[in-house]
């Protein structure tokens, strides 16, 4: 069965194969997977083929073992403040996280607002479910609504960890599609789910 969808790379609809969902058992194993997929030659780059973290993540993706895959994400995770700032692309947060408790307090007395989000992506290895291009670039676009105090008519945001080439590249994408197709990303009522390459046009592509 297949689904006709659109992404920031053309109007033209293009048909699309719903996928099965995973089961519990393959979930945690194919997320570490890609965890590590996206991150291995990253980690390659930055610290050298010899070193141990390059080697227990080269371990951990030929064995594909949820096992390894968890002790090799643990191992970066646990890796000294000046590694891991290498390895984030200088990303350095200031002290520790807010918990999620203050965080969801601190939200619940914000307005409800309505906003067009932007996503984009990178990967080179996943799933084509959102039109990656040659560059591994994928870009998804849709209606939201957030809590929120201010009414800024722009905002955005950058995750941690991303690279300065990867962040210009992928904006200057979502701004070219802004440019091109404005009329049908704003449109709601016409175009009411995320326009993308999604295939369950019931997802919901922004529960994270």
Known sequence: MTNETHD?????????????????????RLRLLGEMNDL???????????AALSKLIAQARESGDVEQLQL?????KGQPADVQKRLNHGWAPPGSPPSRESLLQKASGKPVRYFLQ?????????DDVWGHDEEGHGTMAGGVFELRN???????QIAEGTSK????????????????????????????????????????PFTD
């Open 150 to 156: 201010t009414d800024f008519p722009v905002r955005v």
């Open 40 to 50: 291995w030659q990253h980690v390659i780059d930055t610290l050298g083929p010899d």
């Open 118 to 126: 932007l996503d984009g992506d990178i990967s080179q290895l996943r």
């Open 165 to 204: 080439p990867d962040a210009l590249a992928l904006l200057g994408k979502l701004m070219r599609w802004l440019e091109k197709d404005w009329e049908e990303l704003v449109d709601q009522e016409r175009k009411p789910l995320a326009i993308s390459s999604n295939p369950d046009p019931f997802a919901d």
């Open 72 to 76: 090799a994400s643990a191992a970066i």
């Open 8 to 28: 920031a790379h053309g109007t033209r609809p293009q048909p699309v194969w719903r996928q099965e969902p995973l089961s519990p058992e393959q979930e945690p």
